[in-house]
């Protein structure tokens, strides 16, 4: 168990929660907040966009946790990275769909 690998399973688990909101939006038609939109993270993209975001996503969390977790240490790190970014998305997403700027509006804040 090393801090790289714990790494590993925090931001490979992430990466996973985060394919689920795109991937759904996606296949169900429905446009979403991506990156890749105007302005970034808050504007809504088509939904192959969407698609292909959570593609990407899935692909690189499977790719970052293919050794599954072989410590406690990692299978914590697996826990809390998706658990934390189920609470930021969760976040992000309910007060963009609001009408507010998400994490982007708690980055403005910080700044003034």
Request: aromatic content about 6%; hydrophobic content about 45%.
């Given at each position: 168990?090393?801090?790289?690998?714990i790494l590993?399973?925090?931001?490979g688990a992430?990466?996973?929660?985060n394919a689920?909101?795109?991937?759904?939006?996606?296949?169900?038609?429905?446009?979403?907040?991506?990156?890749?939109?105007?302005?970034?993270?808050?504007?809504?993209?088509?939904?192959?966009?969407?698609?292909?975001?959570?593609?990407?996503?899935?692909?690189?969390?499977?790719?970052?946790?293919?050794?599954?977790?072989?410590?406690?240490?990692?299978?914590?790190?697996?826990?809390?990275?998706?658990?934390?970014?189920?609470?930021?998305?969760?976040?992000?997403?309910?007060?963009?769909?609001?009408?507010?700027?998400?994490?982007?509006?708690?980055?403005?804040?910080?700044?003034?």
């Open positions: 168990m090393s801090f790289p690998s590993r399973s925090v931001v992430a990466l996973l929660v689920v909101p795109h991937g759904v939006s996606g296949v169900q038609g429905q446009p979403f907040p991506s990156p890749f939109a105007d302005p970034p993270g808050v504007g809504d993209s088509p939904p192959l966009v969407n698609v292909a975001w959570s593609a990407a996503n899935a692909s690189a969390g499977a790719l970052l946790l293919r050794g599954g977790a072989r410590s406690r240490g990692e299978a914590l790190g697996a826990v809390l990275g998706g658990v934390g970014m189920a609470f930021a998305l969760a976040f992000h997403f309910g007060d963009v769909r609001r009408g507010g700027k998400g994490l982007r509006g708690l980055a403005d804040r910080a700044r003034h």
